[in-house]
C-alpha cells in the first residue's frame, strides 16, 4: 500500500512543526472542570478567534490579573483580542458572549488552567457545537505550556474535525 505524496507531506510538517514547538516551549500544564462561582479577582479576557463567519478555531481564556503568571496565545497578534482589568462576573459574560459567534452553537464550558504548583493561572471557556454538524461537540485541541512567566496557549481543530471540515477523509486515498 503506498502513502499518497500529499498525506506523506502533511505527516512530515506536523512532525517538524511538533518538534520544533516542543524544544521552545516548557512543561505542559493541564486543565480541569470549574465552576464559575469559584471565580473571584481581576481578569484579562483574551478572545481568541471568531476572525470569519463560523470560525471554529474560537476560545476566551481570563487571565487572572496579580499572579506570576500570563497567558498569551500561540499565535500572531491579529488572531486574538484581550482586554484588561474586568471583574470576575464581566470578565465571564463577555467571554460567554464572544465565544458564540457560530450558527451551531450548543453551550460552553468553564475549565481552570493549573500551574506547576497547584494554583488557578486562569480560565478557558471552550464552546461546544452541535456534533451533527461538526462530528464533535468539542472540536478544539488546547495545549498549555510554560515558557518561563507565560503560559503558552496552543490552539487547534482536533483532527478529526480539520480533515470533517476540509473535506478529508479518515479513509485512506488511493
Known amino acids: 500500500m503506498r502513502i499518497p ?3 506523506a507531506c502533511r505527516e512530515a510538517c506536523l512532525f517538524v512543526m511538533l518538534f520544533c514547538l ?5 512543561g505542559r500544564l493541564h486543565v480541569q472542570g470549574a465552576q464559575d462561582a469559584d471565580m473571584t479577582g481581576t481578569y ?6 471568531c476572525n470569519f463567519n463560523e470560525d471554529l478555531e474560537t476560545i476566551a481564556f481570563l487571565d ?34 464572544f465565544i458564540q459567534c457560530n450558527t451551531a452553537f450548543k453551550g460552553s464550558q468553564l475549565r481552570e488552567v493549573i500551574a506547576p504548583n497547584g494554583k488557578t493561572v486562569g480560565y478557558e471557556i471552550r ?8 462530528g464533535a461537540g468539542d472540536v478544539l485541541a488546547v495545549d498549555y505550556f510554560l515558557k518561563g512567566d507565560k503560559v503558552v496557549a496552543q490552539i487547534r481543530l482536533a483532527p478529526s474535525v480539520e480533515r470533517r471540515v476540509s473535506g478529508g477523509s479518515s479513509a485512506t486515498e488511493e
Request: with cysteine; net charge negative; aromatic share 16%.
Open 22 to 26: 516542543s524544544c521552545t516551549l516548557g
Open 5 to 7: 505524496a500529499k498525506t
Open 64 to 97: 487572572r490579573e496579580g499572579d506570576q503568571y500570563t497567558i498569551e496565545p500561540y499565535a500572531p497578534d491579529f488572531k486574538y483580542r484581550t482586554r484588561k482589568g474586568m471583574g470576575a462576573t464581566d470578565a465571564f459574560v463577555k467571554a460567554e458572549e
Open 44 to 49: 484579562t479576557v483574551i478572545l481568541y478567534g
Open 127 to 134: 464552546p461546544f457545537y452541535d456534533a451533527i454538524v461538526y
